[in-house]
């Protein structure tokens, strides 16, 4: 069993859509990241999250360290924002990566 | 921002053939880099931690002597995969860091052997 569950594994949007991506771990862990990996496969480093809520731009990020979860949330989603999103729980450095998060955000 | 540059995107040789991946950091002092493994449909896999001027420390089931690291300076790593078999093929990614800062990935390496 992965130790970082995400859900849903693919999920469409019509463009405007609000969108969240769900993320489960069982670890203890010093970081929560979300990562962003494009069809070429370059990996974008989104959010690291180690308590809270952050936002960039149309992004949010939130994380319940006692219940083991993390959410991330697009607003007013767009086509460009297609990708797949990876939950990566980190010990120090060392990370391990959910399966991730198909996105395709159609016009 | 920090940028990591890898080198080379795509790679397609023979079976045999040692290749070798590059990893950069162009804007920070790496004092970490990580190189990672994804297969088709599937999660990254660490491969292996390196700290800039010591040995890599493998994952369990990474063969040290298949998949060589060099960590000679606060900018470069390079992963060397010899003697390259066709269930080596895979897309290879490194991430770097600076200290405790976030990580900080490379674009990938597609790795296609013949």
């Known amino acids: 069993k992965n130790e970082v569950e995400q859900s849903p594994q693919n999920l469409t949007a019509q463009e405007g859509e609000f969108i969240t991506i769900n993320c489960s771990y069982s670890?203890?862990?010093?970081?929560l990241h979300w990562l962003q990996q494009h069809p070429g496969g370059g990996i974008v480093s989104l959010f690291m999250l180690s308590s809270g809520k952050k936002k960039h731009g149309r992004l949010i990020a939130t994380i319940n360290i006692q219940e083991k979860h993390s959410s991330l949330h697009i607003t007013a989603s767009h086509p460009r924002d297609s990708a797949v999103y990876i939950c990566?729980?980190?010990?120090?450095?060392?990370?391990?990566f959910g399966a991730g998060t198909q996105v395709v955000v159609t016009p | 921002g920090a940028v990591v540059s890898q080198h080379p995107s795509r790679v397609i040789c023979k079976s045999g053939t040692s290749v070798k991946i590059e990893c950069r950091s162009l804007d920070f002092q790496a004092t970490t880099m990580f190189w990672y493994r994804q297969f088709p449909k599937q999660s990254l896999m660490l491969m292996a931690t390196s700290n800039e001027g010591s040995k890599a420390t493998y994952e369990q089931g990474v063969e040290k002597d298949k998949f060589l690291i060099n960590h000679a300076s606060l900018t470069l790593s390079t992963l060397t995969v010899t003697s390259a078999h066709p269930e080596d093929s895979s897309f290879y990614i490194c991430?770097?860091?600076?200290?405790?800062?976030?990580?900080?990935f490379g674009d990938g390496t597609r790795l296609s052997i013949l």
């Open positions: 991430s770097a860091r600076e200290a405790t800062q976030p990580q900080h």
């Open positions: 670890v203890g862990i010093s970081a």
């Open positions: 990566a729980v980190g010990w120090w450095g060392k990370l391990q």
